[in-house]
């Protein structure tokens, strides 16, 4: 895990005063998210009928039918959302030979904890392991972020997968790097599985500070080579398209339901259609689940000024790509759901 998250690393490294703060700031995130995350994990009950209850219901149904393609729930085709973390899950029940809550909340604490580790490597890389530290135990202690890694659902699935492309991203493309087609094989990888866990809305979290970051110079700064795009899209294509083929073969309806589902969730909570549904909320309603981040949310007033004084200051110097990119990362995506008529809490996703 240490050699994933610092690329840089050798295994000497591991003996220097550098290598030995990383060891230790990594044991220490280790415990940590192991005892939030992992501590009588599956003590309480299914929280939700329409949540953990579901989703584990369809992944048990996938362990004894046999059926991995198409999600089923009550024997009835479930094809609203696509397979990954049921996959997982029913993965879970395999390999703990038990079905409970427990057995089913523990993909998605691994994938928070993973999501933590990512994290930290992001801070590292871009400012120093100060900043990973900080930003890994920040991201480990948000009620939210917790909440999630300890239910049995799509949502930390699609954290994690995101965070992964970005991190990719954010190698390739924001950082020099000299193995610029390496990180974005693994980009296009992970957004395919972002794209399994919850269809276009994994592809648009990622997609958007990607877009904002190339529009606003990212290409400029760090010119990019059309293959490794071309790499990307290529891995990204063999990772989703056989699921694609499979599925279509067994429902031939799903274009039906996918279009259903792009109009619910991605079409319609941008139009004025559910400006009376029971979803609908203020554009500032998201300022608001900020506070499930505290004691750390009590800082976004300094973040915010220090990220004024940079755009400010732009005009003298290039503002910093790495920052640029962490604003757009968070900034896109909050204003884009915020503008969006329907809200629920857990909204948005992977920012």
Known sequence: MFLILTPSTTLRAGFSPKGRREVV??????????????????????????????????A????????????????????????????????????????????????????????????YGIGRRLWGSGAGLFSGTFLATGVLFQWYARS???????????????????????????????????????????????GPLGLSVPLLPIAG??????????PSRFKTWLWALLAFAVVLVPWCVSILQR?????????????ENIVRPLTSQYQHGSHHEPW???LGTLG???????????????????????????MDSGLLFVWLWFG??????????QKKPYAPRGS
């Not at 009590?298 to 005009?315: D, I, K, T």
Request: include cysteine; proline fraction near 5%; glycine fraction near 6%.
């Open 152 to 198: 049995a659902g799509l949502d930390m699935v699609l954290t994690c997968a995101t965070t992964l492309t970005l991190w990719c991203f954010i190698n390739s493309q924001v950082i020099e790097t000299q193995r610029q087609s390496r990180w974005m094989i693994l980009g296009g990888v992970f957004l395919a599985l972002a794209t399994l866990t919850k």
């Open 284 to 286: 500032y309603y998201y």
């Open 60 to 119: 048990r149904e996938m362990v004894v039918s046999g059926d991995w393609v198409v999600p089923h729930l009550n024997g009835k085709v479930f094809p609203t959302k696509p397979p990954l973390a049921y996959w997982l899950m029913a993965l879970s029940f395999r390999w703990t030979d038990r079905v409970d809550e427990w057995a089913a909340r523990l993909p998605s604490a691994i994938c928070g904890w993973l999501t933590v580790f990512v994290t």
């Open 251 to 263: 429902a031939p309806n799903i274009f039906e339901v996918a279009s259903q589902e792009i109009r």
């Open 25 to 58: 700031e990594s044991l220490l995130l280790l415990l940590l998210t192991g005892w939030l995350f992992g501590y009588r994990l599956g003590a309480l009950g299914f929280w939700n009928k329409h949540t953990e209850s579901r989703r584990a219901e369809v």
């Open 332 to 341: 896109l995506n909050l204003i884009v759901f915020s503008l969006a008529p």
């Open 213 to 222: 970051w190339l529009v606003l110079g990212g290409r400029q700064r760090h």
């Open 292 to 318: 499930a981040f505290a004691p750390w949310s009590l800082f976004l007033p300094a973040a915010l000024w220090e990220w004024g004084s940079a755009v400010r200051a732009r005009a003298q110097r290039p």
